[in-house]
Every structure is written in structure tokens, then in C-alpha cells.
């Protein structure tokens, strides 16, 4: 199992998708509550899969439930923070997936930060849509992992 570390850098990751914040997402503290953590990393796992995998995941006959996550929180974002989200492989089993994602915010002159606000552990077991039994992952979603690679933070080429 990875640690979450903040040691990891936006060239760890192939992939991003870019959420910015919403004047809603800040809770009465004044920053992002931790809810809309996990409501971004899945929205970036998901909508990345659609793009990447060129189908409408909802529409396959097995579809990938979240079994597990962990986050840890290094620094504090608030709208309206412009977030982008790291996404990449830990490791591809049978029929799961574990995703390493980070949020690096978007500072002025549209550079990243270098330090991550929040690491993510995340987990999908693909399952029947109907059995709700684990089944391998869909050729079309094992094709899209391909693109992630596998492993330990790798950077970007």
C-alpha cells in the first residue's frame, strides 16, 4: 500500500483534470470541506475513464464500485481555488484498480504548485451491474489504464 506523501510533484502524473472550486465547497471554516475532496477525485477518476475509454462507463454490463479510499490533507484550498487533479496507477489487478491522485492548485500565471494540497488512495472493484459479483475489468477500461502506467510516481514524458 502507497503512504500518502506529499512527496510527490505534478510530474508524477500523466493525467490531470482541472475542477475549479465552487463558492458552495467552502465550509464554515473557509476551505474546502473534506467531502468535496472525495466528490472531486471521483468526478476526475470517472470523467476521466469516459474521456480516455470514448464510452459512457454508466452503460457497461460491469461497472467499477468504490471499495476504498484514504486522503490526506497537507495545506488548505478554498474557492476559488482552480484544482488540478493528478490521476495515476498504483496498481491494476483482475478486477480492481488502485488510483494515486493529488490537487495541485493553480496559481498566478496558471502555474502549479509543486506541493500537493491533498493526496488520494482510491479504489475501484469492478462488479456485474446486475450480481453486483467482481468481474474482470471491461477491455475498453483496461485500455485506458494502460495509459496511466503502473507503479510508484513516474513522471510525465
Known amino acids: 500500500m502507497t503512504t500518502l506523501s506529499a512527496d510527490v510533484a505534478p510530474t508524477d502524473f500523466a493525467v490531470f483534470r482541472v475542477h475549479p472550486t ?9 476551505h474546502l470541506n473534506n467531502v468535496v475532496y ?7 477518476v470517472n470523467g476521466w475513464l469516459i474521456k480516455a475509454s470514448g464510452v459512457d462507463i454508466r ?23 482552480v484544482l488540478h487533479i493528478g490521476i495515476g496507477l498504483e496498481h491494476r489487478g483482475r478486477s480492481s484498480v488502485i488510483y494515486r491522485l493529488a490537487t495541485f492548485r493553480e496559481e498566478t500565471g496558471g502555474q502549479l504548485s509543486q506541493t500537493p494540497s491533498a493526496v488520494c488512495r482510491f479504489v475501484h472493484v469492478y462488479v456485474d451491474k446486475e450480481s453486483r459479483r467482481p ?8 485500455a485506458a489504464l494502460d495509459t496511466l502506467g503502473e507503479g510508484e510516481p513516474h513522471g510525465a514524458d
Do not use: K, Q
Not at 22 to 30: C, E, F, L, Q
Not at 38 to 44: N, R, T, V
Not at 59 to 75: D, K, Q, W
Open 38 to 44: 472525495y466528490s472531486l477525485f471521483d468526478s476526475a
Open 59 to 81: 452503460t457497461l454490463p460491469s461497472i467499477g464500485v468504490v471499495a476504498e479510499t484514504a486522503c490526506r490533507y497537507f495545506s488548505e484550498s478554498a474557492f476559488p481555488d
Open 135 to 142: 468481474v474482470p475489468i471491461p477491455d475498453r477500461i483496461a
Open 22 to 30: 465552487r463558492w458552495m465547497d467552502d465550509d464554515v471554516y473557509g
